[in-house]
C-alpha cells in the first residue's frame, strides 16, 4: 500500500495559478501509476489527468488540456498538477489517486485506482 497526502490547494481568482501536490509514502513510489480526480457535491468524480510510473506518457480530460499540466519526481516521491488559466468551474475537490502499473500505462478511470488521498478544496472565484 501507499499513502497519499495533497497538498497546495486554496482559493483563488479566475484565470490565476494553483499548483496541488500529492507526497506518496509507502511502497516504491515509482512502482505507481499516478492520477489527479475531482469532484463536486452530487457529481460524480471525475478524471482530471494521469501519468506514468516514467513520467514519460501522460493523459488530460478535454476540459483542462492546454490549461492544467502533471508530473512527478520519482526522487521525491512526489506528484504534481500545476493549474493555470483557473476558471469558477474548476472549483471541487482534488484527489491524487496511485495504481501499480506497467511503465508507460496511465489509467484515465477512477475504479481502476485502489489507493486515495483525503482531497485539497480548490475554489476558483469569478
Known amino acids: 500500500q501507499v499513502q497519499l497526502v495533497e497538498s497546495g490547494g486554496g482559493l483563488v481568482q479566475g484565470g490565476g495559478s494553483l499548483r496541488l501536490s500529492c507526497a506518496a509514502s509507502?511502497?516504491?513510489?515509482?512502482?505507481?501509476?499516478m492520477g489527479w480526480f475531482r469532484q463536486t457535491p452530487g457529481k460524480e468524480r471525475e478524471f482530471v489527468a494521469a501519468?506514468?510510473?516514467?513520467?514519460?506518457?501522460?493523459d488530460y480530460a478535454d476540459s483542462v488540456k492546454g490549461r492544467f499540466t502533471i508530473s512527478r519526481d520519482n526522487a521525491k516521491n512526489t506528484m504534481y498538477l500545476q493549474m493555470n488559466s483557473l476558471k469558477p468551474e474548476d472549483t471541487a475537490v482534488y484527489y491524487c489517486?496511485?495504481?501499480?502499473?506497467?511503465?508507460?500505462?496511465?489509467?484515465?478511470?477512477?475504479?481502476?485506482?485502489?489507493?486515495w488521498g483525503q482531497g485539497t478544496q480548490v475554489t476558483v472565484s469569478s
Open positions: 489517486a496511485a495504481q501499480i502499473a506497467s511503465w508507460l500505462v496511465t489509467k484515465a478511470r477512477d475504479w481502476e485506482y485502489d489507493n
Open positions: 509507502g511502497r516504491t513510489f515509482s512502482s505507481y501509476a
Open positions: 501519468i506514468s510510473r516514467s513520467g514519460g506518457t501522460t
